[in-house]
């Protein structure tokens, strides 16, 4: 009992949004490259949030009448138009590669190793489909993609992998709920029977995850790019695109699961520490899971690390009444000056 009881108390749970991404391109300071047109010149490669969406993904300086940022991916993606999408994932994955790179590898300090170096026994819950966490914890060795999505990933090894190192196990969950763009999932693969002059497509129950970090693959070393047998597993069967509403996503294999674990954790943990979250009431049916294990376990403390966290605490009592909330009007990088304190 009292093992347990201590078990809940180190072991910490974070839900991150979009807003955990928002100091990383301070702490990295300006980023360079060259052109053959313009010579040396400062990159643009900051997370980009929602709203930065609209002129990155769309080219639009102002949304039409009566449309969201989310209402204009919905339509594009009913045309069968993925490409709005594939821009922010181009723009992500630039992000993981400069930023978080940068961050993770350097031997300077930064808010973000700073946290993650504090809280040595903790799981993460994320929205975001990037991989600062990932890249931060690899470097740590307490993150491997194999099974620290929390359900088991092929993950291809190199012919140079470190003695040892295939047998590694993660001690931090990182547990995409909108997915990942460095997971793909095969509900499908092509086989041919004994016998059968032909291979045909069989389903694959239950279906097969594969970690496939694309641009990023250098943030993971030994690892290397794992390929589909299916072919190339496209950007809408990776993550739930930012459209109005996402319940009909929820239900994709890969991200079930990530729900199930999660909302394991966060029952048994009873605190969960959202940094950067906004809980947009669009968004109801992807958080509401998470908060209704919490409100179900013995502790039922949410934290909200947010430079808004007032106003969303007096929204979210109103909704989920059973919760003991803390508001903590910070962003991670004014967090970290006060230790982490909570």
Request: proline share 7%.
């Amino acid at each position: 009992m009292l093992a347990s009881l201590l078990m809940r108390i180190l072991l910490n749970i974070f839900l991150l949004g979009a807003g955990f991404n928002c100091d990383a391109m301070h702490e990295a300071g300006p980023i360079y490259g060259n052109s053959i047109y313009v010579g040396r010149s400062q990159i643009d490669c900051g997370y980009p949030f929602l709203s930065d969406a609209l002129k990155l993904c769309f080219d639009l300086d102002k949304a039409p009448n009566d449309k969201s940022v989310e209402d204009l991916f919905s339509d594009a993606i009913r045309k069968d138009d993925f490409k709005p999408l594939e821009r922010l994932l181009d723009r992500l994955m630039e992000a993981d590669y400069r930023l978080a790179q940068k961050l993770a590898f350097s031997s300077t300090s930064n808010c973000y190793r700073q946290f993650f170096e504090k809280f040595t026994h903790a799981h993460f819950l994320t929205f975001n489909y990037g991989s600062l966490p990932e890249i931060f914890l690899f470097q740590l060795k307490r993150w491997f993609p194999h099974d620290g999505y929390g359900l088991p990933v092929e993950a291809v090894l190199g012919p140079l992998k470190p003695r040892g190192f295939a047998v590694l196990d993660s001690t931090s969950l990182v547990l995409h709920l909108h997915g990942s763009f460095c997971v793909y999932t095969s509900e499908f693969e092509i086989k041919r029977d004994p016998g059968e002059p032909v291979a045909w497509l069989h389903a694959l129950v239950p279906p097969r995850y594969a970690f496939d970090p694309n641009s990023i693959t250098s943030m993971f070393p030994p690892y290397r790019r794992a390929m589909s047998n299916t072919g190339y597993i496209p950007v809408k069967e990776r993550v739930i695109a930012p459209i109005p509403d996402k319940a009909e996503q929820l239900h994709l294999p890969f991200i079930m699961g990530s729900y199930s674990k999660a909302c394991s954790l966060v029952r048994e943990s009873g605190s969960l520490i959202a940094i950067g979250y906004s809980f947009n009431r669009r968004d109801s049916a992807s958080y509401g899971r998470v908060l209704q294990s919490l409100e179900g376990s013995a502790e039922r403390r949410l934290t909200l690390i947010s430079p808004t966290a007032g106003e969303l605490a007096l929204r979210i009592r109103h909704e989920y009444p059973n919760l003991r909330i803390t508001p903590i009007e910070k962003t991670l990088r004014r967090w970290a000056t006060d230790s982490f304190r909570y």
